[in-house]
């Protein structure tokens, strides 16, 4: 993918921006881009250096991670609600992300926020990830930087097995039940961004294989890694409506 520099983006006002992580396929920046996608929203890639001190991209967003979503002559918006909210609002005419009925729209929130919220199974995951890093006699500035964005600590991480356990218990449970009234999604009858937050935040325990996925080899690894036992809560249910939202929805392989 062919990124703007921070610069070059504060130069385009005009125009619809997203702000990602070069060279690694995060969950939240992968979740993004499949919401822009899906919306019909085309949209100028800025790089941000993952962990890094990102001091332009703090002058300009107000913060130092990723995605940033910043729509023409608009302020930047970094919270993944706010992100989904503001990219509804954007295209309404075009295929929903969100219900129209509140009870269902009530739904798709409370599952996207077990997925990308805080203490979801996006945050619970990067627990984890972090732990051999912190765990060091001198974490790397990076790791470390990280760790207190996510409020690291061993207690978390030692708790994050069971949340994420759970997470998937009530995910799968969801598909069970949806495929007993002959949906194949989490939520009534159509695609909505549970879909899709779950297509892309699948892979941070059961990554897509190398033909569709060409990520870095370490992140794979880490990513792989069964040191808590989770993969037994992926099951197939689970990975098989990841590859349905990719096969029918999303495009493969990933660029990033």
């Avoid at 990067?126 to 974490?139: F, V, Y």
């Avoid at 799968?172 to 039940?177: I, K, P, V, Y």
């Avoid at 690894?221 to 349905?244: K, N, V, W």
Wanted: hydrophobic share 45%.
């Amino acid at each position: 993918m062919d990124y703007l520099s921070i610069a070059e983006a504060k130069a385009r006002p005009e125009a619809l921006r997203l702000v990602l992580s070069t060279g690694v396929p995060g969950p939240w920046g992968e979740a993004a881009k499949g919401l822009l996608s899906y919306k019909g929203l085309d949209y100028l890639p800025v790089a941000q250096q993952t962990g890094g001190s990102n001091e332009e991209l703090l002058e300009w967003t107000g913060q130092t991670s990723a995605p940033v979503l910043v729509p023409p002559h608009a302020a930047a918006i970094s919270h993944w609600l706010d992100l989904l909210l503001t990219l509804e609002a954007m295209a309404p005419a075009a295929p929903a992300l969100l219900p129209a009925d509140l009870k269902l729209r009530t739904q798709v929130l409370g599952l996207s926020a077990l997925i990308a919220g805080v203490n979801g199974f996006g945050w619970l995951r990067r627990l984890q990830l972090l732990a051999p890093g912190m765990r060091s006699d001198d974490p790397p500035e990076m790791i470390a930087r990280l760790a207190a964005k996510y409020g690291w600590s061993e207690e978390a991480t030692e708790a994050s097995a069971q949340g994420l356990a759970d997470i998937c218990a009530l995910l799968d449970n969801t598909l069970a039940e949806q495929e007993a009234r002959g949906s194949t999604y989490f939520v009534a009858d159509s695609l909505s961004a549970v879909d899709i937050y779950w297509a892309n935040f699948a892979g941070m325990i059961c990554p897509l294989p190398p033909a569709d996925n060409p990520m870095p080899e370490f992140m794979r690894s880490g990513y792989s890694s069964d040191h808590y036992q989770l993969r037994e809560h992926i099951t197939e249910r689970l990975l098989a409506h990841r590859d349905f939202i990719y096969r029918e929805h999303l495009s493969l392989p990933l660029d990033f």
